[in-house]
């Protein structure tokens, strides 16, 4: 029943991340991602945000609160794991600019390919990483449908309208059905880690992330609001390759799982709860500034 479980969670994975990337491309054009990327304090901002703040507040963190050892390997190997493939999505739940998000995952997925192996095996011993190993499932399910999609925007324009609203319903479907699955496979994990406290270190780890990106992330509230779930969201699919290909103890994996499934089920559930309250406060200045 597990190995059902765990085929269908792969194949749920891959439907979503492929589709999501395909739907984003007949959306956008290059020009329309490349535009946010041209501001050069977003883009240091973003670098900063992911690759030197995250990463040392968790690590700061882990030095205060005392965990075993593979727990703590598994939430450093998530900290420096940036650009998660569900980005196009979750900004399209918080209603961000869509553009930004795809240029801002491919940059800090291109960036997460020659960060990790350098920085993670200062802070976690025993690791061993092939930059090709992280960046091939990523560049064959991530890259190749959003050029695909860019392609079929640029030249057959006028199916592109229609073909989207399907792939983001079979994105959808995917997106929900593999956190169905991976709630119910690692449900013994997330009571183990609510017994022991560490899923209440994964939800500082996530809230600080967001928050961080979300106050570095202007400088309109669509970019604040894609960096804030950009940066919370990590890249789970280069921290897995990287934890299952170089420990042997389950807890590693564990930790990895449940705090991807933490940080999806709070933006999903958040997300657009605190999009709806930050849209009231500004309407409630603009209302006083015409009074």
Known sequence: MNEILAVTDKLALFTFIVFTMLGAGL???????????????LVILSLLTNFVLVPLFVYLLLQVVHLSEPLRDGLLIMAVASGPPALPKLAHIVKGNIAFSVGLMMLLMLGTIFYMPIVLP??????????????EPLLLMM????????FIKAKFAAIAPTLQPILFKISNAG?????????????????????????FVCAVFILFSFSIGY???GPG??????????????NFAAALLVGTSNFDDPSVVSIIMVTSILMMVIVLTA?????????????????????
Do not use: C, M, Y
């Open 27 to 41: 959306g956008l054009t290059i020009q329309q991602i490349w535009e946010p990327l041209r501001n050069p304090r």
């Open 122 to 135: 200062l802070v976690v011993q025993g690791v061993q990483i092939n930059s090709w190993e992280i960046a």
């Open 143 to 150: 890259v190749s449908p959003l050029l695909i999609g860019l």
């Open 175 to 199: 997106l929900l059905l593999g956190l169905v699955i991976r709630l119910v496979i690692h449900t013994n994990d997330i009571i183990g880690l609510l017994k022991t406290g560490t899923i």
């Open 215 to 217: 106050l570095l992330g």
């Open 221 to 234: 509230i669509d970019t604040q609001r894609v960096l804030g779930v950009g940066t919370a969201q990590r």
């Open 271 to 291: 997300g657009p709860k605190f999009t709806v309250i930050e849209e009231g406060k500004v309407l409630e200045v603009e209302q006083t500034q015409l009074s």
